[in-house]
């Protein structure tokens, strides 16, 4: 099968397309004949030498695919060979084909095409987890949710809308902003011209319930501020880099706060698939009825792989980059 290689840290031009053979069927596994695969910011990290596979794991990049079954491993009876699907994979993404276990995959649903598919399970999971199994947010609840305008962002504002929980958000452009607001925010701050703790204190002045942040740096002690007594703050990224501002002790315990960090790629197997069920469960509806959809930025065929890690890198995109086969 044809995959993506690359030398780590060798920068955007080592990628290019090889050829290997495909592992054989593991217990529990399905193998999937990619048809597309979403592009994350994992795999620009892990190209750069920053974020290797986890022990184990393929070495090949890629976190999220779709395409059609082609194999099964005795015992599993949920899938067909046929079956176009969605799935959240530990590594192996950018290649032909991919083995996967059986419980990380998904039915593509009916309003979603296969090749948007592909951009649906990463950042709606990683969202979901962070909206429901850490923050337990309910109707009326309020959030605020970083980059905005990124894969995680979008996906976070669709499912807090469709929880009817309000949000509050921040991106770096007019354009972005629009889109969040289209996307469900109720309050679009754009953090290069206004600072989004006192945007959010004069209109929200009891504060937030939960916030998402991807960015970490400076916001912590600014998130803590707009955060309500007993909230909860989810790291998940650290976009403005390794280590945070000093953390303002006397503001964590008045708020009697909590923050999490959280990364999904290292979660167990069997982590991952009670959040598919879950996932499956209570926002599959929502992409049936409209409510949900897959933010798509830009679809690349396979000899513009470079491209597509060039426009992550950039911060160029609103959505999901997907690369076809
Ligand atoms: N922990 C997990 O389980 C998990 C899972 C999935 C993703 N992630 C991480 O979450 C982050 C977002 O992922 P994604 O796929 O949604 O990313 P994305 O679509 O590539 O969007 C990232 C956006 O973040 C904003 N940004 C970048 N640097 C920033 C900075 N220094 N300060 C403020 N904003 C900044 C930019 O938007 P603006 O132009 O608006 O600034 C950029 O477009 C990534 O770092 C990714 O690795 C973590």
């Known amino acids: 099968m044809k995959y993506v290689t690359y030398e780590a840290g060798k920068g955007i031009p080592s990628l290019r397309l090889e050829t290997t053979s495909l592992p054989a069927l593991g217990k529990g596994e399905v193998t999937i004949a990619v048809e597309a695969f979403g592009v994350n910011r994992a795999d620009t990290l892990q190209r750069q030498g920053k974020y290797p596979a986890p022990p184990g794991e393929s070495d090949i990049l890629g976190l999220e695919v779709s395409g059609e079954i082609t194999s099964i491993a005795e015992g599993v009876d949920n899938w067909s060979v046929g079956d176009k699907v969605c799935a959240l994979v530990p590594g ?22 296969l090749t948007e598919a592909a951009g649906l399970t990463e950042v709606f999971l990683t969202a979901w987890q962070a909206l429901t199994t850490f923050g337990s947010l309910k109707t009326g609840d309020r959030a ?3 980059a905005g305008a990124s894969g995680v962002g ?63 740096g400076d916001y912590i002690n600014r998130n803590l501020k707009v955060l309500k007594r007993d ?20 503001l964590l315990l008045a708020k009697r706060a909590r923050i999490q960090g ?3 790629r290292n979660r167990s197997d069997n982590y991952k698939a009670a959040l598919v069920d879950d996932f499956v469960k209570h926002a599959m509806p929502g992409f049936a009825n409209g ?32 690369v076809t086969w």
């Open 154 to 216: 979008l996906a976070a504002l669709q499912l807090c809308r469709f929880k009817g929980v309000e949000t509050a958000t921040t991106a770096s452009s007019e354009k972005k902003l629009a889109v969040c607001r289209e996307q469900g925010a109720h309050l679009a701050i754009n953090y290069k011209e206004q600072e989004f703790d006192e945007v959010i204190k004069s209109r929200w002045p009891v504060g937030v319930d939960f916030i998402l942040d991807v960015v970490g």
């Open 231 to 250: 909230g909860m703050m989810i790291y998940l990224a650290m976009l403005a880099g390794r280590y945070a501002d000093k953390l303002d002790m006397a």
């Open 262 to 264: 959280s990364t999904l």
């Open 144 to 146: 605020l949710i970083h």
């Open 291 to 322: 409510a949900l959809r897959v933010n798509v930025d830009t679809v690349l065929p396979v000899g513009q792989i470079q491209r597509a890690h060039q426009l992550l890198e950039d911060n160029a995109t609103m959505g999901k980059v997907i």
């Open 92 to 113: 192996g993404g950018y290649a032909e084909f991919v083995n996967v276990d059986a419980r990380h995959v998904l039915p593509v649903p009916t309003s979603v095409s």
